[in-house]
C-alpha cells in the first residue's frame, strides 16, 4: 500500500545511496578531491557520468577551467576520508594531503586516480546543464580502472546527514 506523503519523507526512503569521489587538477597543477551523492550513468556508448555539483566547490571551478575530472568509486574503508572531503571546500586547503588519500597519475586526464578505490573512471567533459537548482556535469569515460582486490566492498551512504556503510554485495 502506498500513502501520499511530503516529497522530504519520501526522499529518506532513497537509501543506500551511492557516492563517489571527484578528483581534479586545477592549471596551478594542485590536486582537489569532493564527495559527490549526485552522481548516476549518463550514456553507455560512450560511457558518460553525470554529477550534480554545487557552483560553490572548488571542484566545480576547476571542472569548469580544465574540463576534465576522474570519479572514483571509494571503498568502504575510506569512510572517513570521504565525509572530510565531502565538508570542507579545497580552496584553501589540501584535502588529498590532509586525508592521507593515496594518489597516483592517470593515464589521460591529469587529475589524480584514488589507490585505495574500487575503481576509477578518468572523465572529459562533455556538458554542462542546469535544468533545476543544481549544474549537471556530464563527463566522458576516457580511462577506467579496477582494484586488483576483488573483495572490496564500495561505500554508499545509508541514511540522512551522510551516514556512510559498506553495503554487501550477493555474488
Ligand atoms: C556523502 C556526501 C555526499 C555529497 N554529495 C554532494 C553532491 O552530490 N553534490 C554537491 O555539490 N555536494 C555534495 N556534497 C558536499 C561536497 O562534497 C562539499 O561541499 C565539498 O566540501 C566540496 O568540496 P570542494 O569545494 O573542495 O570541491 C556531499 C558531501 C558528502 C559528505
Not at 551523492?37 to 555539483?53: K, T
Not at 546543464?129 to 569515460?141: A, F, Q, R
Request: proline share 4%; glycine share 8%; hydrophobic share 40%.
Amino acid at each position: 500500500m502506498q500513502r501520499k506523503v511530503d516529497v522530504e519523507k519520501a526522499l529518506v526512503r532513497k537509501y543506500p545511496e551511492q557516492v563517489v569521489l571527484v578528483t581534479t587538477k586545477n592549471k596551478a597543477g594542485k590536486d582537489n578531491v569532493m564527495a559527490v551523492g549526485w552522481v548516476a550513468i549518463a550514456s553507455g556508448e560512450p560511457v558518460m557520468f553525470v554529477l550534480g555539483i554545487d557552483e560553490q566547490a572548488c571542484t566545480y571551478q576547476n571542472i569548469i577551467e580544465t574540463k576534465e575530472f576522474v570519479v572514483s568509486f571509494p571503498s568502504e574503508k575510506m569512510a572517513k576520508q570521504t565525509l572530510f572531503a565531502g565538508s570542507v571546500h579545497g580552496y584553501n586547503r589540501d584535502k588529498i594531503k590532509e586525508s592521507g588519500l593515496r594518489i597516483q597519475q592517470g593515464s589521460i586526464v591529469n587529475a589524480p586516480i584514488l589507490i585505495d578505490s574500487v575503481a576509477n573512471f578518468e572523465c572529459k567533459l562533455v556538458e554542462i546543464t542546469k535544468p533545476g537548482d543544481c549544474p549537471l556535469i556530464v563527463g566522458e569515460v576516457v580511462c577506467a580502472w579496477e582494484n586488483t582486490n576483488k573483495n572490496l566492498k564500495r561505500l554508499y551512504t545509508v541514511g540522512k546527514n551522510h551516514k556512510l556503510a559498506g553495503v554487501r554485495v550477493k555474488k
